[in-house]
């Protein structure tokens, strides 16, 4: 039976997640049940892509990530592939009626990581786009559950929380991207210089994100909204580490949150959720 095939699939992703993302899996936990295994699938496809432009150095990264389009669109059209990573993501995609754009809009701005760049702002506003804009209004499909008005009505907020994560994403990777992936995303600045103001300036623009995203989580339908206030919450308090730091600390470490800090954080969205204060 194809169903054995398919939670099978549904299991890959999920390990993805987990061994991947801590903080994705604490968020997932707290949706609806029946919202988990898609937002697995979403999380393993996207996951996947980017470890080909970013992990697999010893390897033809372009052939790897043009097959991997190319068994994308097969999968979506004949509903099934061997790969379990993609027979789950097909799967969503269909059942949610996430549209081609999306994905496709997504794995160019994988392809634009195959290069090393320096982005100005028409290619950086791009790359934020299908990096990270458009998997949040994939997100965004299940979190509705099929209601057209209030995907078209959250789709604004849905991809400023995107845009803000992978922003706070480019702060915290600034070192290894710059170091080792040869990328300095954020248009106008000399990482090897970078200052006070520079990093203000970026500050301000992803609290303008956070912000705007705060609007929409808040009508988020509530079987969806405590998992992505989780996840806006952990990337809250990543980013007011972030701010609190000098400019060149961050050119120095990754800086992260111990995983232990993160379940004290998920004690704490919880109360402030169930108390309403969002």
Not at 30 to 39: A, E, G, R, S, Y
Not at 53 to 66: A, G, I
Not at 151 to 157: A, E, G, I, Q, S
Not at 183 to 211: A, L, Q, T
């Amino acid at each position: 039976m194809k169903q054995i095939f398919d939670n099978v699939s549904a299991k890959c992703s999920k390990i993805v997640t987990k061994e991947y993302s801590t903080s994705f899996s604490l968020g997932i936990n707290f949706l609806d049940q029946k919202m988990h295994d898609p937002i697995y699938a979403i999380y393993g496809f996207v996951r996947f892509a980017d470890e080909i432009v970013d992990s697999f150095h010893d390897y033809d990264k372009k052939k790897l990530l043009e097959k991997f389009r190319n068994e994308t669109v097969s999968a979506i059209s004949d509903k099934i592939s061997l790969n379990p990573i993609l027979n789950s993501f097909q799967k969503v995609v269909h059942e949610y009626k996430i549209d081609w754009e999306l994905t496709d809009t997504f794995l160019k701005s994988m392809e634009m990581d195959l290069e090393k760049q320096n982005y100005d702002q028409v290619n950086y506003q791009t790359y934020i786009l299908g990096s990270a804009e458009v998997v949040g209004l994939m997100c965004l499909r299940v979190f509705v559950n099929g209601n057209d008005e209030l995907y078209k009505h959250l789709k604004p907020f849905a991809m400023s929380l995107g845009a803000a994560f992978q922003k706070v994403n480019f702060l915290r990777d600034a070192k290894a991207d710059f170091e080792v992936l040869g990328r300095i995303y954020f248009p106008g600045v000399n990482i090897e210089n970078f200052d006070v103001d520079s990093k203000k300036n970026i500050e301000e623009d992803i609290e303008k994100d956070f912000r705007h995203a705060l609007v929409g989580i808040k009508q988020l339908p509530a079987e969806s909204r405590m998992g992505v206030y989780l996840a806006y919450y952990y990337y809250k308090r990543l980013f007011n580490k972030i701010k609190s730091l000098p400019a060149k600390r961050i050119l120095t470490e990754r800086i992260r949150i111990p995983n232990a800090q993160k379940f004290g954080l998920m004690f704490q969205c919880m109360i402030r959720h169930q108390l309403n204060m969002l």
